[in-house]
């Protein structure tokens, strides 16, 4: 078998990023090595040729996450120019949502590796990444009333309890309340 060229090499490394990217958003980083390869159409063995170690593929698959919801948020506040309260609100909307509850792997990175970043507790670029992500997050909810961090706590909340308890009538309970209470501090 040929070689590939750098161009299908680059190809092959987006797709195993993106891919990693949502696994492990869905169903957090100890995902194998194997399985992830597999989910991304190659071989296992195709892995060392893209990266150093599973550690540098969650570095990298986490930035991707977080730069997934930076464009989100970028593109949520170009589409409400200059009415800041009306984005935060579609913004609220759309995070605690049932379709967002529903959907982990494209969902919001914050939610889905805050237990995978406790249990790392070191220095790892990923939970760097994670770090300052959390903080542009909770920049971006503060308003004149109430700052980012507690409506981010809210909004983090409500959504993984919703996940947790998804199919029972508590999970739409649970969106609905937050929802409701971070719209009267508006």
């Known amino acids: 078998m040929g070689r590939v060229s750098q161009a299908q090499a680059q190809e092959n490394r987006r797709r195993v990023v ?111 990444v994670y770090i300052q992500g959390v903080g542009d997050f909770a920049d971006l909810l503060g308003t004149k009333d109430q700052d980012g961090i507690t409506r981010l706590c809210t909004m983090l909340g409500a959504l993984v309890l919703s996940r947790a308890t998804k199919g029972s009538p508590l999970s739409e309970e649970i969106l609905t309340a937050a929802r409701e209470a971070l719209k009267a501090t508006d």
Not at 36 to 57: I, P, R, V
Not at 100 to 127: I, K, N, Q, Y
Request: charged content about 30%; hydrophobic content about 40%.
């Open 18 to 128: 993106e891919t990693a990217s949502r696994l492990f958003r869905e169903q957090g980083t100890h995902v194998s090595v194997a399985d992830l390869m597999k989910a991304a159409g190659m071989t296992h063995g195709g892995f060392y040729k893209q990266f150093a170690s599973k550690e540098a593929l969650i570095d990298e698959a986490t930035a991707h996450a977080f730069g997934e919801l930076a464009r989100h948020h970028k593109d949520g506040l170009d589409q409400y120019a200059g009415q800041r309260d009306a984005a935060q609100r579609a913004l609220i909307d759309t995070y605690l949502s049932a379709e967002h509850r529903d959907s982990a792997a494209d969902g919001c990175p914050v939610a889905a590796l805050a237990t995978d970043m406790a249990r790392d507790g070191g220095e790892s670029e990923a939970r760097r």
